[in-house]
């Protein structure tokens, strides 16, 4: 079955930066936007960046704009999400998510999700 594995996760400091990477297996990866959405403890999934299947067009929510940045390689079946300046508030867990609609900020959008990675912004 369909498989997105992320990875990259980890603790760093205020104003680090991280590279998250997300490898689909078993779909065809061009044909499908890639979103990631983020979950911290006690609160809702929500949207962080998405790259149409195209890779022509990104969004992100407002909160990260400026900071992430959402790309993808199709030749390798992968996404990335890059995280700059990052802060405290920058900690959850991190999911990516792959799909066809045209419905790419909402998790109903997405029909496969990876496992996610944690990442915890301290000092």
């Known amino acids: 079955q369909v498989q997105l594995v992320e990875s990259g996760g980890g603790l760093v400091q205020p104003g680090g930066s991280l590279r998250l990477s997300c490898a689909a297996s078993r779909l065809t990866f061009s044909a499908y936007n890639m979103g990631w959405f983020r979950q911290a403890p006690g609160k809702e999934r929500e949207f962080v960046a998405v790259?149409?299947?195209?890779?022509?067009?990104?969004y992100n929510t407002d909160s990260v704009k400026g900071r992430f940045t959402i790309s993808r390689d199709n030749t390798k079946s992968t996404v990335y999400l890059h995280l700059n300046s990052l802060k405290p508030e920058d900690t959850a867990v991190y999911y990516c998510a792959a799909g066809t609609r045209n419905l790419f900020t909402a998790t109903e959008g997405f029909d496969y999700w990876g496992q996610g990675t944690q990442v915890t912004v301290s000092s």
């Open positions: 790259i149409r299947w195209s890779g022509g067009t990104t």
